[in-house]
């Protein structure tokens, strides 16, 4: 089992940026897909970005030319940097990864965007 914990969240004003971080531990399993979906309060959860392996990455079109995802393989971490935020990207940010042995996800960890 890979354990997630996620680091990073806060409150910004709009306009501003976040640096959202989030360690594996646990299984040797390599990882292949790493991810972050957020949820909103009275929404569903919904995929923001994801990186695999080769370093493909994909993004929700509402954070396209605003938010970067990067990996660090040796360090097994998945970052997300998100720039340019609005009120509308306020929610509760969840790490994602798939493994060998299955998939995890992180504890989540508040956006909140607001003057």
């Known amino acids: 089992q890979v354990q997630l914990v996620e680091s990073g969240g806060g409150l910004v004003q709009p306009g501003g940026s976040l640096r959202l971080s989030c360690a594996a531990s646990?299984?040797?399993?390599?990882?292949?897909?790493m991810g972050w979906y957020r949820q909103a309060p009275g929404k569903q959860r919904e995929l923001v970005a994801r990186?695999?392996?080769?370093?493909?990455?994909l993004y929700v079109d509402s954070v396209k030319g605003r938010f970067t995802i990067s990996r660090d393989n040796a360090k097994r971490t998945v970052y997300l940097q998100m720039n340019s935020l609005k009120p509308e990207d306020t929610a509760v940010y969840y790490c994602?990864?798939?493994?060998?042995?299955?998939?995890?996800w992180g504890q989540g960890t508040q956006v909140t965007v607001s003057s």
């Open positions: 994602n990864v798939v493994y060998g042995g299955g998939v995890s």
């Open positions: 990186i695999f392996g080769a370093g493909r990455t």
């Open positions: 646990g299984s040797s399993f390599d990882i292949s897909i």
